[in-house]
Protein backbone atom coordinates (compact mmCIF):
# COMPACT_ATOMS: atom_id res chain seq x y z
CA UNK A 1 0.00 0.00 0.00
CA UNK A 2 2.81 2.49 0.84
CA UNK A 3 4.17 1.30 -2.65
CA UNK A 4 1.33 2.20 -4.17
CA UNK A 5 0.93 5.85 -2.72
CA UNK A 6 4.35 6.65 -3.42
CA UNK A 7 4.11 5.79 -6.79
CA UNK A 8 0.64 8.01 -7.11
CA UNK A 9 2.88 10.74 -5.10
CA UNK A 10 6.01 10.89 -7.72
CA UNK A 11 2.97 10.71 -10.69
CA UNK A 12 1.67 14.11 -9.08
CA UNK A 13 4.76 15.32 -8.64
CA UNK A 14 5.69 14.63 -12.25
CA UNK A 15 2.75 16.91 -13.38
CA UNK A 16 3.43 19.21 -10.74
CA UNK A 17 5.43 22.67 -12.20
CA UNK A 18 7.52 21.44 -9.31
CA UNK A 19 8.56 18.88 -11.26
CA UNK A 20 10.98 20.59 -13.60
CA UNK A 21 12.90 22.38 -10.49
CA UNK A 22 13.09 18.69 -9.14
CA UNK A 23 14.77 17.55 -12.85
CA UNK A 24 17.35 20.66 -11.91
CA UNK A 25 18.46 19.21 -8.78
CA UNK A 26 21.12 16.52 -8.41
CA UNK A 27 22.26 16.38 -4.80
CA UNK A 28 24.14 13.48 -5.58
CA UNK A 29 27.20 12.65 -7.51
CA UNK A 30 29.64 9.71 -8.09
CA UNK A 31 33.24 9.20 -9.23
CA UNK A 32 34.98 6.27 -9.55
CA UNK A 33 37.61 6.48 -7.01
CA UNK A 34 39.76 3.43 -6.45
CA UNK A 35 40.18 0.94 -9.24
CA UNK A 36 43.60 -1.10 -10.09
CA UNK A 37 45.70 0.18 -13.28
CA UNK A 38 46.00 -3.60 -14.58
CA UNK A 39 44.29 -6.96 -14.50
CA UNK A 40 44.43 -9.80 -16.15
CA UNK A 41 41.46 -10.58 -18.26
CA UNK A 42 38.71 -12.89 -16.16
CA UNK A 43 40.32 -11.99 -13.03
CA UNK A 44 38.00 -10.77 -10.62
CA UNK A 45 38.83 -7.27 -9.14
CA UNK A 46 37.35 -4.52 -7.19
CA UNK A 47 36.61 -0.82 -7.98
CA UNK A 48 35.45 1.92 -5.55
CA UNK A 49 32.20 4.38 -6.15
CA UNK A 50 32.38 7.19 -4.22
CA UNK A 51 29.24 9.14 -3.65
CA UNK A 52 29.30 12.78 -2.52
CA UNK A 53 25.63 13.71 -0.70
CA UNK A 54 24.41 17.19 -0.51
CA UNK A 55 23.87 18.84 3.32
CA UNK A 56 20.35 17.48 4.28
CA UNK A 57 19.59 15.28 1.60
CA UNK A 58 19.82 11.34 2.15
CA UNK A 59 21.01 8.32 -0.11
CA UNK A 60 19.36 4.83 0.53
CA UNK A 61 20.97 1.96 1.25
CA UNK A 62 21.76 -1.02 -1.57
CA UNK A 63 19.90 -3.07 1.17
CA UNK A 64 16.65 -2.03 2.16
CA UNK A 65 13.89 -3.86 0.50
CA UNK A 66 12.56 -2.52 -2.40
CA UNK A 67 8.36 -2.32 -0.99
CA UNK A 68 9.40 -0.40 2.19
CA UNK A 69 8.84 2.66 -0.50
CA UNK A 70 12.35 4.15 -1.49
CA UNK A 71 14.15 2.98 -4.43
CA UNK A 72 17.30 1.17 -2.57
CA UNK A 73 20.94 2.27 -4.84
CA UNK A 74 21.27 -0.30 -7.31
CA UNK A 75 24.01 -0.56 -9.67
CA UNK A 76 24.44 -2.50 -13.05
CA UNK A 77 26.67 -2.52 -16.11
CA UNK A 78 25.30 -1.92 -19.77
CA UNK A 79 28.65 -2.86 -20.89
CA UNK A 80 28.73 -6.68 -22.92
CA UNK A 81 31.93 -7.82 -22.34
CA UNK A 82 31.96 -7.01 -18.46
CA UNK A 83 30.09 -8.50 -15.50
CA UNK A 84 29.81 -7.59 -11.92
CA UNK A 85 30.55 -10.81 -9.83
CA UNK A 86 28.97 -11.20 -6.68
CA UNK A 87 27.94 -8.97 -3.75
CA UNK A 88 28.16 -5.13 -3.48
CA UNK A 89 29.99 -3.75 -0.13
CA UNK A 90 28.66 -0.37 1.00
CA UNK A 91 30.10 2.00 3.78
CA UNK A 92 27.72 1.29 6.99
CA UNK A 93 24.04 2.82 6.35
CA UNK A 94 22.42 4.63 9.36
CA UNK A 95 19.17 3.13 10.08
CA UNK A 96 16.95 5.75 11.28
CA UNK A 97 12.89 6.20 11.21
CA UNK A 98 11.95 8.25 7.88
CA UNK A 99 8.92 10.31 7.87
CA UNK A 100 8.41 9.94 3.94
CA UNK A 101 7.55 6.71 4.10
CA UNK A 102 6.76 6.10 7.96
CA UNK A 103 8.88 2.78 8.57
CA UNK A 104 12.74 2.49 9.86
CA UNK A 105 15.46 2.15 6.65
CA UNK A 106 18.50 2.46 5.92
CA UNK A 107 20.30 5.64 4.47
CA UNK A 108 24.03 7.75 3.88
CA UNK A 109 24.41 10.99 4.53
CA UNK A 110 27.15 13.63 3.22
CA UNK A 111 29.12 10.77 1.70
CA UNK A 112 28.99 6.90 0.96
CA UNK A 113 31.49 4.18 -0.81
CA UNK A 114 30.42 1.08 -2.60
CA UNK A 115 33.36 -1.81 -3.70
CA UNK A 116 31.83 -3.49 -6.03
CA UNK A 117 33.47 -6.53 -7.99
CA UNK A 118 34.04 -7.04 -11.97
CA UNK A 119 35.59 -9.12 -14.63
CA UNK A 120 36.26 -8.64 -18.15
CA UNK A 121 36.04 -11.31 -20.62
CA UNK A 122 39.38 -13.49 -20.82
CA UNK A 123 38.76 -13.12 -24.80
CA UNK A 124 40.30 -9.27 -24.11
CA UNK A 125 43.09 -7.23 -23.89
CA UNK A 126 44.25 -3.71 -23.75
CA UNK A 127 43.06 -0.74 -22.42
CA UNK A 128 39.44 -1.26 -21.43
CA UNK A 129 36.21 1.26 -20.24
CA UNK A 130 34.79 0.32 -16.92
CA UNK A 131 31.11 1.56 -17.41
CA UNK A 132 28.77 0.91 -14.19
CA UNK A 133 25.02 2.49 -13.86
CA UNK A 134 23.81 3.52 -11.15
CA UNK A 135 19.78 3.82 -10.27
CA UNK A 136 18.86 5.25 -6.94
CA UNK A 137 16.46 8.02 -4.85
CA UNK A 138 17.19 10.72 -2.53
CA UNK A 139 15.10 12.33 0.18
CA UNK A 140 14.88 14.98 2.75
CA UNK A 141 12.91 14.88 6.18
CA UNK A 142 10.01 16.20 3.77
CA UNK A 143 10.25 15.04 -0.06
CA UNK A 144 11.65 12.66 -2.03
CA UNK A 145 13.08 13.55 -5.75
CA UNK A 146 12.06 11.23 -8.42
CA UNK A 147 14.32 7.89 -9.41
CA UNK A 148 17.35 9.01 -11.15
CA UNK A 149 19.85 7.40 -13.30
CA UNK A 150 23.70 8.26 -13.95
CA UNK A 151 26.93 6.45 -15.27
CA UNK A 152 30.40 5.91 -14.02
CA UNK A 153 33.21 5.57 -16.07
CA UNK A 154 36.94 4.32 -15.99
CA UNK A 155 39.35 2.64 -17.50
CA UNK A 156 41.83 -0.47 -16.48
CA UNK A 157 44.15 -2.35 -19.04
CA UNK A 158 43.96 -6.01 -19.60
CA UNK A 159 46.92 -7.89 -19.64
CA UNK A 160 47.56 -11.55 -19.88
CA UNK A 161 44.81 -14.28 -18.54
CA UNK A 162 43.90 -14.88 -15.39
CA UNK A 163 44.60 -18.92 -14.38
CA UNK A 164 41.30 -19.51 -13.29
CA UNK A 165 39.08 -16.89 -14.86
CA UNK A 166 35.41 -16.24 -14.23
CA UNK A 167 33.16 -17.42 -17.30
CA UNK A 168 30.03 -14.97 -17.98
CA UNK A 169 26.71 -16.29 -19.11
CA UNK A 170 28.01 -14.78 -22.81
CA UNK A 171 30.87 -17.04 -22.32
CA UNK A 172 28.80 -19.93 -21.52
CA UNK A 173 26.48 -19.66 -24.13
CA UNK A 174 29.17 -19.40 -26.89
CA UNK A 175 30.71 -22.31 -25.96
CA UNK A 176 27.28 -24.06 -25.65
CA UNK A 177 26.95 -22.68 -29.70
CA UNK A 178 29.79 -23.91 -30.51
CA UNK A 179 29.42 -27.52 -28.87
CA UNK A 180 26.19 -27.80 -30.70
CA UNK A 181 27.67 -26.48 -33.87
CA UNK A 182 30.63 -29.10 -33.41
CA UNK A 183 27.86 -32.00 -33.10
CA UNK A 184 25.78 -30.69 -35.99
CA UNK A 185 28.81 -31.04 -37.82
CA UNK A 186 29.86 -34.66 -36.88
CA UNK A 187 26.20 -35.68 -37.14
CA UNK A 188 26.33 -34.79 -41.01
CA UNK A 189 30.07 -35.83 -41.94
CA UNK A 190 29.08 -39.31 -40.35
CA UNK A 191 26.08 -39.35 -42.43
CA UNK A 192 27.70 -38.55 -45.56
CA UNK A 193 30.64 -41.13 -45.08
CA UNK A 194 27.65 -43.58 -44.33
CA UNK A 195 26.29 -42.41 -47.58
CA UNK A 196 29.45 -42.42 -49.88
CA UNK A 197 30.36 -45.90 -48.45
CA UNK A 198 26.97 -47.58 -49.29
CA UNK A 199 27.07 -46.12 -52.70
CA UNK A 200 30.51 -47.40 -53.48
CA UNK A 201 29.38 -51.43 -52.28
CA UNK A 202 26.12 -51.01 -54.09
CA UNK A 203 28.05 -49.95 -57.47
CA UNK A 204 30.79 -53.51 -56.89
CA UNK A 205 27.77 -55.09 -55.79
CA UNK A 206 26.09 -53.82 -59.10
CA UNK A 207 29.37 -54.59 -61.05
CA UNK A 208 29.81 -57.97 -59.43
CA UNK A 209 26.12 -59.11 -61.12
CA UNK A 210 27.05 -57.64 -64.37
CA UNK A 211 30.23 -60.18 -64.76
CA UNK A 212 27.93 -63.24 -63.71
Same mark, same amino acid.
Given at each position: ?40 ? #? ?110 ? #? ?58
Amino acid at each position: MKKIIFFLGIALYVLSPFFVFGQLLDPVSYTLTEAPDTVEA #GKVFEVTVEATIDENWHLYSILNAPDLGPYPTQFSTPHSEMSIIGDIKESKAKIAYDPNFETDLGWHSNSAHFKIPIAFRNNLQGEQSILLEVLYQVCDDRSCLPPKTKEIK #GEVYLAGVSDSPFVSNLDSDDTSALWIAEFIFFIATAWLTLFFVYRVIKKKISKSSSIE
